[in-house]
């Protein structure tokens, strides 16, 4: 997904939450600055659905709940709002939220060319500042490739790559996605 910003001007993360709910579009806030969120290629919707999917599944009947692409994440230390690909929070306080997540332990981006850098720089320290997040999963659909960004016991974060074929290890929710499930219904490269 691509972005352009859209509003002259800084705006309170208040004024962004009131303007919002009137857009029919999407619209991440960074700090004060907004952006419109371009649509998404076919390939990167079913990777997303893929995920949650298999996420959805393994988790139902736990507390833990997966959300993709439509649900807000409040990132408070940054002051910012996003919209990741998906998320998955075990939080009571996410719980009682219908409409902003703010304690996620696992958010995952699907890349597009439009979005990769920003993904994998600005946004990945943001979310990093999210004391909840365990797990940041980066999938790279022309490579076939998936990145997870791990926080170890020390507060460090360690890259546990997956190369094209490879079983991918979710250790916030003990997941295992092979290849096959993560890419399913895609036309080989």
Known sequence: MGYAAVQPGMMSAQDFLTWDATQTQRHEFVDGEVFAMAGAEDRHVTVTLNIAIALRQHLAGSPCRTFMTDMKLRVAQANSYFYPDVMVTCSAAD??????????????EVLSPSTAAYDLGPKFARYRLLSSLQEYMVVDIDARRTDIHRKGADGLWVLHPFEAGETVHLASVTLDITAHQLFA???DL
């Open 95 to 108: 719980q009682a939220s219908r409409l902003v997540k703010a304690e996620p332990l696992l958010i995952v």
């Open 185 to 187: 219904e895609l036309d």
